[in-house]
């Protein structure tokens, strides 16, 4: 399994947290995790109190590896995944199922809320060395706290969503137009 592919947990994770708008804290008990995971049957199981806690907490460190990686800190994003690395240690397991040739699962080990740290913690850590320490974004609309990956080439992805992306379209428009600038089209899509 691609490892990056890991690192969505972690921007899921992050991004449970009321944005500061029409969202609801998507992480505030065992049932609104087990909606968080609806998809990911390996994330399926018993979740505790305490686990959630547990994830609560490691949301606030995951948000502010990725605000530390937004403004550039490369040596402070290494030092805190590090950190999560260790509390969070990766327990691989050789796994065949549904058809699929012998692969690894990489967090089988502990409690749900264990196997999905794990699996958050690893997915930074891979992207930051194969990407680079800088591709943790935190989205530039304003009223959006929403964090994301940029896997762009050419590292040019402002917006957490296409939706943030549209919005700033919006705004962007509206105040050409409120200024009657006739500047060349704005890029903020990107
Ligand atoms: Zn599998
Ligand atoms: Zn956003």
Redesign the pocket.
């Known amino acids: 399994m691609d490892l990056t592919a890991y690192a969505e947990l972690a921007v899921r994770l992050v991004n449970s947290a009321d ?1 500061g708008e029409e969202h609801a804290d998507r992480l505030s008990n065992a049932e609104t995790f087990r909606a968080l995971v609806a998809d990911r049957s390996h994330l399926h199981g018993q979740i505790t109190r305490s686990d959630v806690e547990a994830l609560r907490q490691l949301r606030e460190e995951l948000t502010s590896i990725f605000m530390v990686s937004a403004e550039g800190d490369e040596p402070t994003v290494a030092e805190r995944l590090n950190a999560l690395l260790i509390r969070y240690p990766v327990h691989p397991v050789i796994s065949g199922h549904d058809n699929q040739p012998w692969h690894l699962h990489l967090s089988e080990g502990g409690s749900v809320a264990d196997r999905y740290a794990a699996g958050a913690v690893i997915g930074l850590a891979t992207i930051v060395t194969q990407l680079g320490a800088d591709r943790l974004g935190v ?3 304003a009223s ?3 964090v994301f990956i940029d896997a762009s080439t050419n590292r040019s992805r402002r ?3 296409e ?2 992306a549209s919005r700033a379209n919006v705004t962007a428009f509206r105040a050409r137009r409120r200024t009657g600038a006739t500047g060349p089209a704005s890029t903020a899509a990107g």
């Open positions: 944005s989205c530039t609309l959006c706290h929403g917006y957490c969503s939706h943030c």
